[in-house]
């Protein structure tokens, strides 16, 4: 079973500075599976980024993603108030079962 | 627009069976690459994903819950059904079920559209 790992826990940071959120794997696997959500208070976890680096539907180009074999990266180019949230990592493994990882807090310094 | 929407008991006593619903439309569970999961997540802490069935009957599980999880799919009714036995304390949480394509390696288009979740209370 593959074990994800994002840091930091938290990341206190201004509107307009860059966030970059990190997310590793236990081992490596397919980067097709690599899918990035969102999730603000008392909402659904919305998709962002799927393959890795693909952005999903509607969302803003500030989002990118990238990375391979077991690190991966989520950058917010330049935050927007709205998006101060929790940052799940999404990978599925060779038994193709699913993992989430943990979650990152961005929030307002 | 697919829309999806969980249902079920909000309070299940410890050691009895959850039976959850996702009514979904907009889509047909017998489309190639089509699945929905189940997902949780305890109150404050992170999401955990549970099961997956694919338009194939295919089925997938969380290792660590496998025993005890059971996900069906009813196409006429547009229905998947997940049962969770043995119900403790520690599994109090959101339910939500969402929908995704996945047509192998390469062709994975994520966890596109979620349930609004629904909330099980484990308590005696």
């Known amino acids: 079973e593959i074990v994800l790992t994002q840091f930091p826990d938290t990341l206190s940071l201004s509107p307009g500075e860059r966030a970059t959120l990190s997310c590793r794997v236990s081992?490596?696997?397919?980067?097709?599976?690599v899918a990035w959500y969102q999730q603000k208070p008392g909402q659904t976890p919305r998709l962002l980024i799927y393959?890795?680096?693909t952005r999903a539907t509607g969302i803003p180009g500030r989002f990118s993603g990238s990375g391979s074999g077991t690190e991966f990266t989520l950058t917010i180019s330049g935050l927007e108030p709205e998006d101060f949230a929790v940052y799940y990592c999404?990978?599925?493994?060779?038994?193709?079962?699913?993992?989430f990882g943990p979650g990152t807090k961005v929030d307002i310094k | 627009q697919i829309t999806l929407k969980e249902s079920g008991p909000t309070l299940v006593k410890p050691t009895q069976t959850l039976t959850l619903t996702c009514t979904f439309s907009?889509?047909?569970?017998?489309?190639?690459?089509?699945?929905v999961n189940w997902i949780r997540q305890p109150p404050g802490k992170a999401l955990e994903w549970l099961a997956l069935?694919?338009?194939?009957?295919?089925?997938r599980y969380s290792p660590s819950l496998r025993p005890r999880l059971t996900i069906t799919k009813d196409t006429s009714k547009n229905q998947v059904v997940l049962t969770m036995t043995n119900m403790d304390h520690v599994d109090t949480a959101t339910y939500y079920c969402?929908?995704?394509?996945?047509?192998?390696?390469?062709?994975?288009?994520?966890?596109?559209?979620w349930g609004q979740g629904t909330t099980v209370t484990v308590s005696s």
């Open positions: 969402a929908h995704q394509l996945d047509y192998g390696a390469g062709y994975y288009y994520g966890m596109d559209v």
């Open positions: 907009g889509f047909s569970l017998s489309t190639s690459g089509v699945g």
């Open positions: 069935i694919y338009w194939n009957d295919d089925k």
């Open positions: 081992q490596s696997v397919s980067s097709s599976y």
């Open positions: 393959g890795v680096s």
């Open positions: 999404q990978q599925s493994g060779s038994s193709r079962s699913f993992t």
